[in-house]
Nanobody
């Protein structure tokens, strides 16, 4: 059974940092594109950052310069380093993996984690 398990969410003050992790099990995602989405109440789901199988990356304009996506293929783990957090970053954050090595904002990922809550207080 394929599983993506997120960890690292929590409550942090504005300006603080968090690092999210996403561990894969049940299948190898080392060559798949992966990404982080977030979904806040009343807002559409947003692709925050993505990384291809070849390690090219994408970051949404709203987080550019503050969030960094990275992967450790030896551990089959995806990370999202979030710095200079703002209250508007408050959301449920989901790890996801595409079926191929390429991410796409048009084609949704095949695999999803259960999510981890990030809350930023002002």
């Amino acid at each position: 059974q394929v599983q993506l398990v997120e960890s690292g969410g929590g409550l942090v003050q504005a300006g603080g940092s968090l690092r999210l992790s996403c561990a894969a099990s049940g299948s190898s995602f080392r060559s798949n594109a992966k990404g982080w989405y977030r979904h806040a109440p009343g807002k559409e789901r947003e692709l925050v950052a993505a990384i291809s199988g070849g390690d090219s990356t994408y970051s949404a304009d709203s987080v550019k310069g503050r969030f960094t996506i990275a992967r450790d293929n030896a551990k089959d783990t995806l990370y999202l380093q979030m710095n200079s957090l703002k209250p508007e970053d408050t959301a449920m954050y989901y790890c996801a993996a595409w079926f191929t090595a390429y991410y796409s904002s048009v084609s949704p990922p095949r695999y999803w984690g259960q999510g981890t809550q990030v809350t930023v207080s002002s």
